[in-house]
Antibody, heavy 121, light 107 residues
């Protein structure tokens, strides 16, 4: 069965960077795009960007350009999200989500369990 | 960039009520619009894709209509397990956008 398992809770100071991992299993890793979505406490969902595991190409939401890097390791079936220059407003749960992209359908069919990142001095 | 709005931002309803949520895009997005349900502490769950298609295994009391800029999501008869937050999501090739969400709680 498809599973996306994310790394654990992170606590960072303002100005630091954080790297969150998402390990995929139960399907061919390179056949599906992966997204990162975050949700600040009590707030809505915010799409951060997409990575194509086959070639590693990425597209980021404009709000995160220059601060976000998405990478993948095909040997580990894992994608990574790195966010730099952290500020308190980056405190959120970060989710990875698989993009179905099948027969014209585009939606997130599987999600990781979420990783809480807290930014605090 | 395409902006998505939802209304209302929250609503209170009773079990058995018909609930309608609207999602509006700032420009024509055809039918590239999905609806998700999210319960507290959980990841979102897809309910409707491409504006009006019910995801497999999802109750038929959920439905969606619309195309272009205006979309509607309906719960025909609200059940206790439906109290949650609902999000629309637009996609355009490699760019995705969520609406701000609509919280449905118990009256």
């Amino acid at each position: 069965q498809v599973q996306l398992v994310q790394s654990g809770v992170e606590v960072k100071k303002p100005g630091a960077s954080v790297k969150v991992s998402c390990k995929a299993s139960g399907y061919t890793f390179t056949n599906y795009y992966m997204h990162w979505v975050r949700q600040a406490p009590g707030q809505g969902l915010e799409w951060m960007g997409i990575i194509k595991p086959r070639d590693g190409s990425t597209t980021y939401a404009q709000e995160f350009q220059g601060r976000v890097t998405m990478t993948r390791d095909t040997s580990r079936s894992t994608v990574y999200l790195e966010l730099s220059s952290l500020r308190s407003e980056d405190t959120a749960v970060y989710y990875c989500a698989r993009d179905l992209f099948l027969e014209g359908r585009r939606y997130f069919d599987y999600w990781g369990q979420g990783t809480l990142v807290t930014v605090s001095s | 960039d395409i902006q998505m709005t939802q209304s209302p931002s929250s609503l209170s309803a009773s079990v058995g009520d018909r609930v309608t949520i609207t999602c509006q895009a700032s420009q024509d997005i055809s039918s590239y619009l999905n609806w998700y349900q999210q319960k507290p502490g959980k990841a979102p769950k897809l309910l409707i894709y491409d504006a009006s298609n019910l995801e497999a295994g999802v109750s038929s009391r959920f439905s969606g209509t619309g195309s272009g800029t205006d979309f509607t999501f309906t719960i025909s008869s609200l059940q206790p397990e439906d109290f949650a937050t609902y999000y629309c999501q637009h996609y355009d090739n490699l760019l995705f956008t969520f609406g701000p969400g609509t919280k449905v709680d118990i009256k």
